[in-house]
């Protein structure tokens, strides 16, 4: 399938071997080399040069490269499937946008198994982001594919840290003010813990159930052993604010996500798989640094209960980062004993391959 460029804005110029052996510092094979000009030349031609250049910043980086080539390989898998262009359309906002990378993996992993697999298949009005099964006339089993709701999470746990850890810097001049927030806060708990700070409460001080704070000298870092990471574990969220001045301000927040986060996540992405046909939800936590896929296992399943979530037959947590050898990932399959329609032997064998391929 040929993809017809639309709306692209900047330089629509082709890359040169030059160019990629430049951006990657030279550090690819000459076979490499002919493999990323191919991906940079097929993405440019679809989403114009300028999507690739935003990508880079100006880096020059090997493993940006690299990450370009396992994008495009995935890519090349799934372009010729029936309604991939609901894919093209999303992406031309930029790589990361949209959770469509996480989509894309997930579609090619599946192809490269051998499964049979339909993209955004429309059901009771519901429109999940693909089934496949193992054979033609064997049964489907649906899944949604979310990157988005980590990134909304984390982008709401940053906002909250944020005005957090501003007020907590400003009140506490001259020290190294610490707050440990012990799950995800509602709005308007987080106006309490505003009003709390406010208030002054002594180190150590909890307001109940929600934060605790500590004040330690302002040169004091944070670390493994930290008071803040004795009070909140992983999987979490962390900021520092430093502000400029006499005396010098500084706080510090810690944010655990809680089963209050595995509950939103769940929620939401549950809504698009069939009740009463086998389905499961990849979550892709790239985008969330330090949060390990084994640190939410625990997370989801106590979310996973005998009268909660029983169309979700797993949940596949997985985590992708680029490196100087190439695309990296891991993942956690957490199988729910509770589903109303559990996923069979042999697709969880198959998908099992797709995410947790034989060393």
């Known amino acids: 399938m040929r993809f017809v460029r639309k ?5 629509n110029m082709t890359y040169s071997i030059r160019e990629i052996a430049d951006l990657s510092i030279n550090q690819l094979s000459n076979e490499e080399l002919n493999e990323a000009l191919a991906a940079f030349s097929g993405f440019s031609e679809i989403f114009g040069r300028t999507w690739i250049d935003v990508y880079f910043q100006g880096v020059r980086s090997p493993v940006f490269t690299r990450s370009i080539m396992a994008m495009w390989s995935d890519f090349e898998l799934i372009r010729s499937l029936p309604n991939v262009e609901n894919v093209v359309d999303r992406w031309r906002y930029g790589i990361r946008g949209q959770g469509v990378i996480a989509e894309v993996r997930t579609f090619a992993q599946f192809v490269r198994v051998g499964l049979e697999i339909e993209l955004f298949p429309l059901m009771h009005k519901r429109v999940p982001d693909g089934r496949i099964r193992t054979a033609a006339g064997s049964p489907w089993t649906y899944f949604e594919v979310s ?3 980590m990134s909304e999470l984390k982008a709401y746990a940053e906002k909250v840290m944020m005005r957090v850890s501003q007020v907590a810097a400003e009140l506490n001049p001259g020290v190294h003010a610490k707050i440990a927030i012990l799950r995800v806060p509602e709005e308007f708990e987080v106006d309490a813990i505003l009003e709390w700070l406010k ?10 159930g929600l934060a605790v704070l500590a004040r330690e000298p302002i040169e004091t870092g ?3 052993g930290d008071v803040l990471y004795q009070h909140v574990g992983q999987p979490r969220f962390f900021t520092t604010t430093i502000a400029s001045g006499l005396p010098a301000k500084k706080a510090s927040v810690a944010m655990a996500v809680s089963d209050v986060g595995a ?5 939401k992405e549950a809504q698009q798989i069939p009740a009463n046909e086998p389905g499961f939800l990849v979550f892709d936590l790239s985008s969330v640094i330090g949060s390990g896929s084994k640190d939410w296992r625990s997370l989801i399943e106590r979310r996973l209960q005998p009268n909660v ?3 979700v037959g797993a949940v596949i947590l997985t ?5 100087a050898k190439g695309r990296q990932s891991k993942s956690e399959i957490v199988v729910n004993p509770h589903a109303t329609s559990p996923i069979g032997a042999d697709m969880r064998e198959k998908i099992e391959r797709a995410f947790i391929p034989e060393s």
């Open 7 to 11: 709306g692209c804005i900047g330089n």
């Open 147 to 149: 990157q988005r709701a």
């Open 199 to 208: 208030s002054g409460p002594h180190s150590g001080v909890e307001l109940q």
């Open 222 to 224: 944070v670390n493994d």
């Open 263 to 267: 509950k939103n996540m769940l929620d």
């Open 309 to 311: 979530h029983t169309r």
């Open 319 to 323: 985590e992708c980062y680029g490196s």
